[in-house]
Protein backbone atom coordinates (compact mmCIF):
# COMPACT_ATOMS: atom_id res chain seq x y z
CA UNK A 1 0.00 0.00 0.00
CA UNK A 2 1.22 3.35 -1.20
CA UNK A 3 -0.24 6.44 0.55
CA UNK A 4 -0.15 10.17 -1.11
CA UNK A 5 1.40 11.93 1.74
CA UNK A 6 4.82 12.75 1.04
CA UNK A 7 7.57 10.29 3.51
CA UNK A 8 9.00 6.81 3.61
CA UNK A 9 6.42 3.96 3.33
CA UNK A 10 6.97 0.27 3.75
CA UNK A 11 5.17 -2.44 3.05
CA UNK A 12 5.07 -4.09 5.90
CA UNK A 13 2.61 -2.41 7.78
CA UNK A 14 2.59 1.05 5.22
CA UNK A 15 3.57 3.21 7.92
CA UNK A 16 4.77 6.53 7.96
CA UNK A 17 8.24 7.66 10.10
CA UNK A 18 6.96 9.78 12.83
CA UNK A 19 5.44 8.79 16.35
CA UNK A 20 6.80 5.22 15.92
CA UNK A 21 6.19 3.09 19.14
CA UNK A 22 8.42 1.83 21.48
CA UNK A 23 9.05 -1.77 21.53
CA UNK A 24 9.67 -2.25 25.54
CA UNK A 25 6.57 -0.37 26.23
CA UNK A 26 3.65 -2.34 27.16
CA UNK A 27 -0.40 -1.11 27.72
CA UNK A 28 -2.96 -3.25 29.39
CA UNK A 29 -6.63 -2.54 28.41
CA UNK A 30 -9.35 -4.18 30.68
CA UNK A 31 -12.37 -3.95 33.11
CA UNK A 32 -11.93 -2.21 36.14
CA UNK A 33 -14.54 0.09 37.91
CA UNK A 34 -12.09 2.55 38.85
CA UNK A 35 -9.48 5.59 37.85
CA UNK A 36 -10.62 7.24 34.35
CA UNK A 37 -8.28 7.61 31.79
CA UNK A 38 -4.77 6.50 30.80
CA UNK A 39 -2.33 6.28 34.08
CA UNK A 40 1.26 5.23 33.67
CA UNK A 41 1.92 2.12 36.47
CA UNK A 42 4.80 2.02 38.47
CA UNK A 43 4.29 -0.98 40.53
CA UNK A 44 1.30 -3.90 42.09
CA UNK A 45 0.31 -1.22 44.87
CA UNK A 46 0.10 1.55 42.68
CA UNK A 47 -2.13 -0.80 40.83
CA UNK A 48 -4.13 -1.83 43.85
CA UNK A 49 -4.34 2.01 44.63
CA UNK A 50 -5.75 2.83 41.18
CA UNK A 51 -8.10 0.04 40.27
CA UNK A 52 -8.43 -2.15 43.48
CA UNK A 53 -7.47 -5.41 44.55
CA UNK A 54 -9.94 -7.47 42.78
CA UNK A 55 -10.03 -5.83 39.12
CA UNK A 56 -9.13 -7.71 36.23
CA UNK A 57 -7.21 -4.91 35.26
CA UNK A 58 -5.06 -5.02 38.44
CA UNK A 59 -4.26 -8.60 38.25
CA UNK A 60 -3.14 -8.03 34.64
CA UNK A 61 -1.14 -5.38 35.43
CA UNK A 62 0.71 -6.90 38.57
CA UNK A 63 1.57 -9.76 36.66
CA UNK A 64 2.94 -7.61 33.29
CA UNK A 65 4.94 -5.03 35.79
CA UNK A 66 6.93 -8.47 36.96
CA UNK A 67 7.85 -9.51 33.46
CA UNK A 68 8.94 -6.52 31.89
CA UNK A 69 10.65 -4.61 34.76
CA UNK A 70 9.21 -1.21 33.59
CA UNK A 71 6.52 1.09 33.92
CA UNK A 72 3.12 -0.24 32.10
CA UNK A 73 0.47 2.31 30.66
CA UNK A 74 -3.23 1.11 31.77
CA UNK A 75 -6.69 2.20 30.56
CA UNK A 76 -9.83 0.78 32.25
CA UNK A 77 -13.14 -0.09 30.77
CA UNK A 78 -16.39 -0.37 32.31
CA UNK A 79 -18.19 -3.06 30.00
CA UNK A 80 -16.10 -5.50 27.46
CA UNK A 81 -17.85 -4.64 24.41
CA UNK A 82 -16.09 -3.52 21.50
CA UNK A 83 -17.02 -0.06 21.58
CA UNK A 84 -15.39 0.42 24.98
CA UNK A 85 -12.41 -1.33 24.17
CA UNK A 86 -11.94 1.09 20.88
CA UNK A 87 -12.42 3.88 23.39
CA UNK A 88 -9.72 2.96 25.13
CA UNK A 89 -7.00 2.34 22.39
CA UNK A 90 -7.62 5.43 20.84
CA UNK A 91 -7.14 7.54 24.55
CA UNK A 92 -4.38 5.50 24.64
CA UNK A 93 -2.32 5.92 21.50
CA UNK A 94 -3.19 9.68 22.10
CA UNK A 95 -1.63 9.89 24.98
CA UNK A 96 1.70 7.33 24.22
CA UNK A 97 2.87 5.34 21.76
CA UNK A 98 3.55 1.56 23.60
CA UNK A 99 4.22 -1.25 21.56
CA UNK A 100 2.82 -4.32 23.31
CA UNK A 101 -0.83 -3.98 23.69
CA UNK A 102 -2.55 -6.51 26.34
CA UNK A 103 -6.65 -6.67 26.25
CA UNK A 104 -8.51 -8.53 29.07
CA UNK A 105 -11.19 -10.16 26.81
CA UNK A 106 -12.37 -13.04 24.69
CA UNK A 107 -14.43 -11.66 22.37
CA UNK A 108 -13.33 -12.14 18.76
CA UNK A 109 -14.54 -8.47 18.10
CA UNK A 110 -12.43 -7.16 20.69
CA UNK A 111 -9.72 -9.22 19.62
CA UNK A 112 -10.15 -8.48 15.86
CA UNK A 113 -10.22 -4.62 16.85
CA UNK A 114 -6.88 -5.13 18.85
CA UNK A 115 -5.32 -6.51 15.48
CA UNK A 116 -6.80 -3.65 13.52
CA UNK A 117 -4.80 -1.33 16.15
CA UNK A 118 -1.65 -3.71 15.68
CA UNK A 119 -1.87 -3.30 12.03
CA UNK A 120 -2.12 0.24 11.92
CA UNK A 121 0.26 1.68 14.34
CA UNK A 122 3.44 -0.99 13.78
CA UNK A 123 2.70 -2.36 17.76
CA UNK A 124 1.84 -5.93 18.66
CA UNK A 125 -1.11 -7.55 20.70
CA UNK A 126 -1.45 -10.46 22.94
CA UNK A 127 -4.71 -11.49 23.82
CA UNK A 128 -6.10 -14.93 25.99
CA UNK A 129 -9.12 -16.65 26.25
CA UNK A 130 -10.67 -18.29 29.43
CA UNK A 131 -11.72 -21.73 29.77
CA UNK A 132 -11.24 -22.39 25.97
CA UNK A 133 -10.13 -25.92 24.67
CA UNK A 134 -6.91 -26.20 22.72
CA UNK A 135 -9.29 -26.75 19.76
CA UNK A 136 -11.00 -23.56 20.69
CA UNK A 137 -7.83 -21.84 20.65
CA UNK A 138 -6.67 -22.94 17.27
CA UNK A 139 -10.00 -21.80 16.02
CA UNK A 140 -9.53 -18.40 17.09
CA UNK A 141 -5.82 -18.23 15.84
CA UNK A 142 -7.27 -18.99 12.32
CA UNK A 143 -9.80 -16.03 12.55
CA UNK A 144 -6.52 -13.68 13.88
CA UNK A 145 -4.51 -14.95 11.50
CA UNK A 146 -1.89 -11.95 12.00
CA UNK A 147 1.84 -11.44 12.28
CA UNK A 148 1.54 -9.14 15.04
CA UNK A 149 -1.05 -11.01 17.45
CA UNK A 150 0.16 -13.05 20.30
CA UNK A 151 -2.54 -15.83 21.38
CA UNK A 152 -1.72 -17.37 24.95
CA UNK A 153 -3.08 -20.08 26.54
CA UNK A 154 -4.40 -22.38 28.84
CA UNK A 155 -5.70 -20.40 31.83
CA UNK A 156 -3.11 -19.70 34.35
CA UNK A 157 -4.04 -18.67 38.41
CA UNK A 158 -1.28 -16.21 39.50
CA UNK A 159 0.26 -16.13 42.71
CA UNK A 160 -1.70 -15.52 46.07
CA UNK A 161 -5.07 -15.00 43.46
CA UNK A 162 -8.15 -17.36 43.32
CA UNK A 163 -9.56 -16.92 39.50
CA UNK A 164 -8.10 -18.88 36.96
CA UNK A 165 -7.86 -17.03 33.10
CA UNK A 166 -6.22 -16.53 29.90
CA UNK A 167 -5.89 -13.12 29.74
CA UNK A 168 -3.32 -13.09 33.09
CA UNK A 169 -1.30 -15.72 30.78
CA UNK A 170 -1.33 -12.80 27.99
CA UNK A 171 -0.05 -10.32 30.22
CA UNK A 172 2.79 -12.23 31.89
CA UNK A 173 3.57 -13.24 28.00
CA UNK A 174 3.00 -9.44 27.05
CA UNK A 175 5.41 -8.30 29.96
CA UNK A 176 7.97 -11.11 28.68
CA UNK A 177 7.94 -9.45 25.27
CA UNK A 178 8.52 -5.99 26.21
CA UNK A 179 11.53 -7.21 28.08
CA UNK A 180 12.99 -8.49 25.43
CA UNK A 181 16.99 -6.88 25.20
CA UNK A 182 16.99 -7.24 21.50
CA UNK A 183 14.64 -8.40 17.93
CA UNK A 184 16.41 -11.64 17.94
CA UNK A 185 16.44 -13.47 21.23
CA UNK A 186 14.74 -16.87 20.66
CA UNK A 187 11.80 -16.92 21.90
CA UNK A 188 11.46 -20.45 23.77
CA UNK A 189 11.34 -21.45 27.71
CA UNK A 190 10.75 -17.53 27.94
CA UNK A 191 10.37 -18.00 31.96
CA UNK A 192 7.24 -15.87 33.16
CA UNK A 193 6.96 -14.90 36.97
CA UNK A 194 3.94 -14.62 38.84
CA UNK A 195 2.56 -17.59 38.03
CA UNK A 196 1.54 -20.01 40.50
CA UNK A 197 -0.36 -22.66 38.90
CA UNK A 198 -2.06 -23.64 34.72
CA UNK A 199 -4.99 -25.01 34.51
CA UNK A 200 -4.05 -27.98 31.80
CA UNK A 201 -1.04 -29.83 31.41
CA UNK A 202 -1.40 -30.40 27.21
CA UNK A 203 -0.89 -33.45 26.01
CA UNK A 204 2.51 -33.68 23.48
CA UNK A 205 -0.19 -33.83 20.47
CA UNK A 206 -2.14 -31.11 21.78
CA UNK A 207 1.02 -28.99 22.08
CA UNK A 208 1.97 -29.53 18.32
CA UNK A 209 -1.85 -28.78 17.37
CA UNK A 210 -0.89 -25.62 19.51
CA UNK A 211 2.16 -24.66 18.04
CA UNK A 212 1.78 -25.17 14.21
CA UNK A 213 -1.36 -23.16 14.76
CA UNK A 214 0.49 -20.11 16.10
CA UNK A 215 -0.83 -20.39 19.71
CA UNK A 216 1.58 -19.54 21.89
CA UNK A 217 1.08 -22.27 24.97
CA UNK A 218 2.31 -21.72 28.56
CA UNK A 219 3.30 -24.82 30.54
CA UNK A 220 5.69 -26.01 32.79
CA UNK A 221 9.04 -26.57 32.03
CA UNK A 222 11.99 -27.62 34.04
CA UNK A 223 9.89 -26.76 37.07
CA UNK A 224 9.35 -22.73 36.12
CA UNK A 225 6.28 -21.82 34.58
CA UNK A 226 7.22 -20.79 30.93
CA UNK A 227 6.46 -19.87 27.45
CA UNK A 228 7.38 -22.98 25.46
CA UNK A 229 7.72 -20.93 22.27
CA UNK A 230 6.37 -17.06 21.49
CA UNK A 231 4.05 -17.23 18.42
CA UNK A 232 2.35 -15.29 16.00
CA UNK A 233 -1.07 -16.40 14.50
CA UNK A 234 -0.07 -15.95 10.79
CA UNK A 235 1.42 -19.30 11.10
CA UNK A 236 -2.63 -19.92 10.31
CA UNK A 237 -1.98 -19.01 7.18
CA UNK A 238 -0.95 -21.09 4.07
CA UNK A 239 1.66 -20.78 2.11
CA UNK A 240 5.07 -19.51 2.93
CA UNK A 241 4.14 -16.26 4.40
CA UNK A 242 2.63 -18.04 7.54
CA UNK A 243 6.05 -20.27 7.88
CA UNK A 244 7.73 -16.91 7.48
CA UNK A 245 5.89 -14.86 10.17
CA UNK A 246 5.46 -17.94 12.34
CA UNK A 247 8.05 -17.04 14.83
CA UNK A 248 7.64 -13.46 16.57
CA UNK A 249 11.32 -12.92 15.71
CA UNK A 250 10.27 -12.25 11.87
CA UNK A 251 8.26 -9.59 13.39
CA UNK A 252 10.19 -7.89 15.94
CA UNK A 253 13.10 -7.88 12.99
CA UNK A 254 11.07 -6.31 10.22
CA UNK A 255 9.67 -3.76 12.23
CA UNK A 256 13.34 -2.40 13.55
CA UNK A 257 14.88 -3.19 9.91
CA UNK A 258 12.03 -0.98 8.31
CA UNK A 259 12.01 1.61 10.83
CA UNK A 260 15.58 2.02 10.42
CA UNK A 261 15.32 2.40 7.38
CA UNK A 262 12.75 5.05 7.00
CA UNK A 263 14.31 6.98 9.57
CA UNK A 264 17.42 7.28 7.20
CA UNK A 265 15.86 7.65 3.82
CA UNK A 266 13.61 10.74 5.54
CA UNK A 267 16.52 12.14 7.00
CA UNK A 268 18.56 12.48 3.38
CA UNK A 269 16.09 12.46 0.95
CA UNK A 270 13.45 15.14 2.29
CA UNK A 271 14.09 17.18 -1.00
CA UNK A 272 15.92 15.45 -3.66
CA UNK A 273 14.45 14.95 -7.17
CA UNK A 274 13.68 11.59 -8.08
CA UNK A 275 17.06 10.92 -10.57
CA UNK A 276 19.59 8.50 -10.86
CA UNK A 277 22.14 9.90 -8.72
CA UNK A 278 19.68 10.34 -6.20
CA UNK A 279 18.90 6.24 -6.88
CA UNK A 280 22.09 5.74 -6.39
CA UNK A 281 22.58 7.22 -3.09
CA UNK A 282 19.22 6.15 -1.81
CA UNK A 283 20.34 2.70 -2.83
CA UNK A 284 23.88 3.18 -0.62
CA UNK A 285 21.95 4.51 2.33
CA UNK A 286 19.98 0.86 2.26
CA UNK A 287 22.69 -0.89 1.81
CA UNK A 288 24.64 0.22 4.79
CA UNK A 289 21.46 -0.73 6.91
CA UNK A 290 21.27 -3.88 5.68
CA UNK A 291 24.93 -4.16 6.21
CA UNK A 292 24.99 -3.12 9.92
CA UNK A 293 22.09 -5.62 10.33
CA UNK A 294 24.09 -8.85 9.12
CA UNK A 295 27.37 -7.83 10.80
CA UNK A 296 25.10 -7.69 14.19
CA UNK A 297 23.39 -10.73 13.51
CA UNK A 298 19.99 -9.59 12.50
CA UNK A 299 19.76 -10.64 9.66
CA UNK A 300 21.57 -13.85 8.44
CA UNK A 301 21.71 -12.54 4.29
CA UNK A 302 19.91 -10.35 2.30
CA UNK A 303 20.12 -9.65 -1.41
CA UNK A 304 18.05 -8.61 -4.90
CA UNK A 305 18.19 -5.07 -3.96
CA UNK A 306 16.52 -2.84 -6.88
CA UNK A 307 15.69 0.78 -6.84
CA UNK A 308 14.00 2.22 -9.44
CA UNK A 309 11.45 4.71 -10.67
CA UNK A 310 8.09 3.82 -10.36
CA UNK A 311 6.82 3.13 -13.83
CA UNK A 312 3.49 4.60 -13.32
CA UNK A 313 4.74 7.69 -10.57
CA UNK A 314 7.20 9.64 -11.91
CA UNK A 315 7.76 11.31 -8.03
CA UNK A 316 7.68 7.62 -6.57
CA UNK A 317 11.06 5.54 -5.93
CA UNK A 318 10.74 2.03 -5.38
CA UNK A 319 12.80 -0.38 -2.90
CA UNK A 320 12.74 -4.01 -3.22
CA UNK A 321 14.94 -6.72 -1.72
CA UNK A 322 15.35 -9.90 0.31
CA UNK A 323 15.87 -10.86 3.40
CA UNK A 324 16.45 -13.71 5.72
CA UNK A 325 16.50 -13.75 9.68
CA UNK A 326 18.67 -16.22 11.69
CA UNK A 327 16.48 -19.08 12.82
CA UNK A 328 16.19 -19.43 16.43
CA UNK A 329 17.41 -23.19 17.75
CA UNK A 330 14.26 -24.40 19.67
CA UNK A 331 14.85 -28.40 19.25
CA UNK A 332 17.90 -31.06 19.19
CA UNK A 333 16.73 -34.28 17.49
CA UNK A 334 19.20 -37.30 18.61
CA UNK A 335 19.16 -40.15 16.65
CA UNK A 336 21.42 -43.14 17.60
CA UNK A 337 21.58 -46.80 15.69
CA UNK A 338 24.09 -49.63 17.35
CA UNK A 339 25.89 -51.53 14.84
CA UNK A 340 28.23 -54.67 15.14
Request: hydrophobic residues 50%; glycine residues 8%; charged residues 20%.
Amino acid sequence: MIHERPGVWSAFGAQGTTELTDRRLAAVIAPADAAEGVQLVHSAAEAVSLYGGNALLTRMLKLCLANCGDPVYAVAVDEDTKVAYETALTALLAAAKPGVLIVGSAREDVQLLLRETAEANECLGVAGMKGASADALVARAKALCCARIVLTGPDVLAQDEAVADGFCAAAAVGGAIASLSTPVVPLHDVALFGLQSLSALYTEDELDKLLQAGVTPVQLSGGRMCALRILTTRATAEGPEGESFRSLNATLVTDELLRDLRAALAARFRAAQNSTLTRTAIRSAVLLVLQDYRARGWLSAFGDLRVYADAGDASLCRVEFTYSIPAGLHRIALSAQMTG
